[in-house]
Antibody
Framework: EVRLVESGGDLIQPGRSLRLSCVAS????????MHWVRQRPGGGLEWVSG????????GYADSVKGRFTISRDDARKSVYLQITSLRPGDSALYFC????????????????WGQGTQVTVSS | SYVLTQPPSLSVAPGETARMTCGGD??????VHWYQHKPGQAPLLIIY???DRSSGVPERFSASNSGHTATLTISRVEAGDEADYYC???????????FGGGTKLIVL
């Protein structure tokens, strides 16, 4: 059974940093691209970032470019999202999702999702 | 950037058919995927590559894609189908993931 479990969400002050983690099980983690998708309060799904197999490529939504960094550790079957200079607009439920393919940027879509980790940015 | 447009909500009585649209410029030449998202749960891929059902998804769920509109159809709607439904496609490597705004299906 495929499982994705996110963690690291918190109530945090604006301007600070946070690292989200997602641990995978039930599939060969190395073979697949991984993504982060968020849902802001009252909003829809919004793609945030993706990373290809072997960390060969990464990509970001324009709204987070320069502040978010995605990475993966295949030995730990984990993908991470480092968020810096947090803003209230970053408050959201952050989902980890597995791609069908190994390249995050080639017609991606999301075959499995975690249940998300909540980030709330407030002073 | 590419835009997908979904109506915010759709109300359907149990047993009826729900048709949810996803509009986009020449969307018919792109692959469209559909997700079901219930509160407190992980989103679920229900349809991929325009019309292929994910494993375990009932045959009541079907979809099509042509011209400027992709459509998700749920036949014989049940109370358990109440959820948000999102369409998604890919525009280019620079804009790899585009979601529609989502349609909230309300079962009366």
């Amino acid at each position: 059974e495929v499982r994705l479990v996110e963690s690291g969400g918190d109530l945090i002050q604006p301007g600070r940093s946070l690292r989200l983690s997602c641990v995978a099980s039930g599939f060969t983690f190395d073979d697949f691209a991984m993504h982060w998708v968020r849902q802001r309060p009252g909003g829809g799904l919004e793609w945030v970032s993706g990373i290809s197999r072997h960390s060969s490529e990464t990509g970001y939504a324009d709204s987070v470019k320069g502040r978010f960094t995605i990475s993966r550790d295949d030995a730990r079957k984990s993908v991470y999202l480092q968020i810096t200079s947090l803003r209230p607009g970053d408050s959201a439920l952050y989902f980890c999702a597995r791609d069908l393919n190994s390249d995050y940027s080639v017609r991606p879509f999301f075959t499995f999702w975690g249940q998300g980790t909540q980030v709330t940015v407030s002073s | 950037s590419y835009v997908l447009t979904q109506p915010p909500s759709l109300s359907v009585a149990p047993g009826e058919t729900a048709r949810m649209t996803c509009g986009g410029d020449e969307i018919g030449v792109k692959s469209v995927h559909w997700y079901q998202h219930k509160p407190g749960q992980a989103p679920l891929l229900i349809i991929y590559f325009d019309s292929d059902r994910s494993s375990g998804v009932p045959e009541r769920f079907s979809a099509s894609n042509s011209g400027h509109t992709a459509t998700l159809t749920i036949s014989r709607v049940e109370a358990g189908d109440e959820a948000d439904y999102y369409c998604q496609t890919s525009d280019s490597p620079r804009d790899p993931v585009v979601f529609g705004g989502g349609t909230k299906l309300i079962v009366l």
